[in-house]
Nanobody, 119 residues
């Protein structure tokens, strides 16, 4: 099994920065993607960013230029550096690991960490 534990969330003022971390345990394959999703009040869960070894990160349009995803395969840890935060970034952020099995996959999720951007 796979376990994902997020950390780094909290309260920050608009324009501030936060760095989220996701520590994975269990059987993690570096070739499989990891990423971050978020769910704001009244909205569906949405993709924030994903990254796969050897490729640049993919980002939602709303966070391009402000957020950066990175991955340390040796530590099985993925990070999300969030800069120039806006109130609309307020959400629960979830870490994701997608394990591919032939032509299908299984998604693993962390419990989520709250990010609140407010003055």
């Amino acid at each position: 099994q796979v376990q994902l534990v997020e950390s780094g969330g909290g309260l920050v003022q608009p324009g501030g920065s936060l760095r989220l971390s996701c520590a994975a345990s269990g059987t993690i394959f570096s070739s499989n993607p990891m990423g971050w999703y978020r769910q704001a009040p009244g909205k569906q869960r949405e993709l924030v960013a994903t990254v796969t070894y050897g490729r640049s990160g993919d980002y939602a349009d709303s966070v391009k230029g402000r957020f950066t995803i990175s991955r340390d395969n040796a530590k099985n840890t993925v990070y999300l550096q969030m800069n120039s935060l806006k109130p609309e970034d307020t959400a629960v952020y979830y870490c994701n690991y997608r394990r591919w099995m032939i032509s299908t996959f299984v998604d693993y999720w962390g419990q989520g960490t709250q990010v609140t951007v407010s003055s």
